[in-house]
């Protein structure tokens, strides 16, 4: 809620020049809605393309910083019960965390089915509500 303006002269004037661009922006909106419906339209004609405009560049870049911040583990211990997995792990840089073994809660309880002891990893891991968890696991190259 703001206050009532103080009615002064150059307030008056710097108000109607924003009526006027209210107007504008109002009709600039009414052209952006028109450009949107023609490129869906466009789209729609030619998915393929629409398709490789929206996800290739994503995709790579998403995969590269992942890449960057998995570390590497040793399956130890599979707890389904605590949905827990114990790690021998090599330094975690996103922790600022040296090579050890500990426990970790698994973010997808599959993984605990998918992988058995003795299976070496590469996992993602992060401090979520104080608790070490990890977030991405999948088997090592
Ligand atoms: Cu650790």
Not at 75 to 82: A, H, K
Not at 88 to 93: A, L
Not at 115 to 125: I, P, T
């Amino acid at each position: 809620m703001n206050p009532p303006a103080i009615p002064r002269e150059p307030r008056r004037s710097s108000h109607s020049g924003i009526r006027t661009m209210s107007t504008l922006l109002l009709r600039c909106g009414l052209g952006l809605g028109l450009g949107v419906a023609l490129a869906l339209d466009a789209q729609a004609a030619d998915p393929r393309a629409a398709d490789h405009g929206a996800h290739a560049a994503p995709t790579v870049s998403a995969a590269a910083s992942a890449a960057a911040e998995m570390s590497s583990g040793e399956v130890r211990r599979i707890d389904q019960e605590r949905r827990r997995i114990t790690l021998r792990h090599g330094e975690i840089r996103s922790l600022d965390m040296p090579p050890m073994t500990m426990v970790f809660v698994v973010k997808d309880l599959a993984w605990l089915d998918r992988f058995k002891v003795g299976d070496r990893v590469l996992f993602r891991a992060e401090k979520i509500d104080g608790v070490f968890t990890v977030t991405e696991m999948a088997p090592a190259p």
